[in-house]
């Protein structure tokens, strides 16, 4: 009788399945659709409010350079093109290659008309509370590619 | 960009998210609708290789997702199953302690591939007793 067995243990593979970039498409797709564009904000406020409430905290404490070192080791992660030029109190990101909206097309999806609020409103919402604001200029939808910049409130400027 | 390995966090808040704005069957809905729209690579190749496509499909998804699991194909008898030793998803909700994870989360995987497999002629069943231990069992046979 033929029989087919597969065993593996966690740390036989590294966690990364690319296609989760997919179903969080979908899910913001959906959510639109049905739903309504204040709805994808709300709900990516609420999420990153929890989970990236960490961050920022480290933001709080250490300024800018948490944020760098979480954008650094994310995109490295993720295979993706971006360019950094850093300073205390500003920095900008070029992101050459989202890997997000690669894998996307990659599969023959197309990205939901709001899905540039996974960077908008999560960066938005992480430096909530900080000293710093984050304006995201030159989004390409079919690309991903944009330039983020993240830069110390003049209200806290001395 | 949200990352892909943050994607069960942000799944988990999802259901959370419809089901306090919107109830329960708002999160049922949901997982109807991504089973139609994200799973067409199970129903592909189920529909072409019949049970060797569930062997196919998780044998990619649960690798990738670094699972620690025992899957095993037994063609003749039309069987598949996987032993969800410790599942990559569940215990990276339990670990993350300031998101407390949705309550049901572990259902999902009842009601997508469900969807995909009983139209397809095979019986499906899921042992969701020990999620709570990141633990679960499923068995798919042909009818």
Redesign the interface.
């Known amino acids: 009788m033929k029989k087919l067995l597969m065993r593996r243990k966690a740390r036989d593979n590294i966690y990364y399945h690319p296609d989760f970039h997919s179903a969080l498409n979908i899910a913001i797709d959906y959510l639109e659709k049905n739903h309504g564009k204040s709805a994808v904000k709300e709900y990516l406020q609420q999420f990153a409010s929890s989970y990236y409430n960490p961050l920022t905290e480290s933001i709080k404490k250490q300024g800018l350079s948490a944020l760098k070192k979480y954008l650094k080791d994310l995109y490295k992660k993720e295979n993706g093109d971006i360019d950094i030029v850093y300073s205390k109190d500003a920095m900008t990101v070029l992101i050459k290659r989202c890997p997000a909206i690669l894998h996307i097309k990659k599969k023959g999806g197309q990205p939901a008309k709001s899905f540039s609020e996974t960077t908008k409103t999560v960066y938005e919402t992480i430096l909530k509370g900080t000293e710093y604001e984050f304006k995201m200029l030159n989004y390409d939808k079919k690309t991903g590619r944009a330039l983020l910049t993240f830069r110390k409130k003049n209200d806290f400027m001395h | 960009?949200?990352?892909?390995?943050?994607?069960?966090?942000?799944?988990s808040?999802?259901f959370k998210?419809l089901h306090e704005?919107?109830g329960k069957k708002a999160v049922i809905d949901?997982w109807n609708?991504?089973s139609d729209?994200?799973l067409t690579d199970l129903r592909k190749l189920v529909k072409k290789y019949g049970i060797k496509g569930c062997?196919m499909y998780w044998?990619k998804?649960?690798?990738?997702?670094?699972?620690?699991?025992?899957?095993?194909?037994?063609?003749?008898?039309n069987q598949f199953k996987i032993t969800m030793h410790?599942c990559?998803s569940k215990s990276r909700l339990l670990k993350?302690k300031?998101?407390e994870p949705y309550h049901d989360y572990c259902k999902h995987c009842d009601v997508l591939y469900r969807r995909i497999l009983e139209p397809l002629g095979f019986e499906y069943t899921i042992d969701l007793s020990k999620s709570n231990k990141a633990r679960c069992k499923i068995v798919i046979r042909q009818k």
């Open positions: 960009m949200i990352s892909c390995t943050d994607f069960i966090l942000a799944y808040e999802f998210f704005r919107y949901f609708y991504l729209k994200y062997w044998s998804t649960l690798n990738e997702e670094a699972a620690n699991f025992t899957m095993e194909l037994i063609e003749e008898k410790h990559p993350t300031h998101i």
